[in-house]
């Protein structure tokens, strides 16, 4: 089972498993967070021979889950959820906190920061900034 998170108008995060129903819902209004409106909603990265990584911000104040990535690729799935550990602020990038798994059988994530990149893409990097990943936000189809 994989969780997927999904976040809808008015900052309402609905989380589903799949082949089930709703198993959580939150509300944290939009004025109340701390997260920029250009970091919101849904990103996607691609990355050669290890599959999608699917990742959705939402809005929260510090210690809140604000991140949610789904992994899939040839051998798992997996989903994992993070804390908004500090907003950005001039020149400092959105941190969170180590990624705990909340699906599949994977290995809790590191701590990061991401940044929105001058040609709207968007950049994560674990906070030792040994790894990076570059996401963008999905193709829309009609």
């Keep these: 089972m994989g969780l997927i998170v999904l976040l809808g108008a ?4 609905v989380a589903l498993v799949r082949g089930g129903g709703v198993s959580d819902t939150a509300t944290v209004p939009a004025s109340a967070g701390l997260v ?3 970091f919101l909603g849904d990103w996607e990265a691609r990355v050669d021979g290890a599959g999608t990584r ?6 929260g104040r510090v210690g809140e889950r604000v ?6 690729d040839a051998h798992r799935h997996c989903a994992f959820a993070a804390e908004l550990v500090r907003p ?6 959105l941190r969170v906190g ?3 798994v909340t699906s599949g059988a994977c290995t809790a994530g590191a701590p990061g ?3 929105l990149l001058p040609d709207g893409r968007l ?3 674990n906070a030792a900034g040994a790894e990076s990943l570059i996401y963008q936000r999905p193709v829309q189809t009609p």
Excluded at 10 to 13: A, I, R
Aim: proline letters at 9%.
């Design 10 to 13: 008015g900052g309402t995060v």
């Design 36 to 38: 920029p409106a250009g």
């Design 54 to 59: 699917r990742l959705t911000l939402g809005q």
């Design 67 to 72: 991140l949610s990535l789904v992994v899939d």
């Design 88 to 93: 950005p602020d001039g020149d400092r990038p």
């Design 98 to 100: 180590a990624a705990d």
């Design 113 to 115: 920061v991401l940044a």
């Design 123 to 125: 950049k994560w990097e």
